[in-house]
């Protein structure tokens, strides 16, 4: 190992990851498209793992769905009716995509949509300097 990988292995195991609720969201989103993904590149012989991926995003979208119905949520009317509608949409749709009606495409681009969105949240664009 030369100096500069020395240099930098020291200073990157003595710095703490800072994780924010937003990162995390991101984080479990980007795993569950990604396995969306994968099954849906299997074809018919990735069934069970395409399944197994979708019940995970429907698992997501109903703990999104159920805390926005939260009365103590704090998040505007207008975005918690959304992520309700999207909730709703990723249930009916998965339905569809199991039943072989419909493809995957629709559920990853609004999973990539919400990391997008994510994204600007917890990655602020940097501020001029005065």
Request: proline share 4%; net charge neutral; glycine share 4%.
């Amino acid at each position: 190992m030369n100096v500069q990988e020395l240099a930098k292995s020291a200073y990157s195991s003595s710095r703490p990851t800072i994780r924010t609720d937003r990162s995390t969201e991101y984080d479990v989103f980007a795993q569950i498209t990604q396995n969306i993904q994968a099954a849906t590149v299997s074809g018919k012989s990735g069934f069970s793992t395409l399944a197994s991926a979708l019940h995970e995003n429907r698992k997501l979208w109903r703990i999104l769905a159920t805390d926005v119905a939260d009365m103590n949520n704090l998040l505007p009317e207008e975005l918690k009716a959304q992520i309700m509608y999207l909730a709703e949409f990723t249930d009916f749709h998965t339905k569809r995509v199991l039943a072989g009606q419909a493809s995957t495409d629709v559920l990853v681009d609004v999973n990539t949509n919400i990391m997008r969105g994510l994204r600007n949240v917890y990655a602020p664009t940097p501020q001029p300097m005065s």
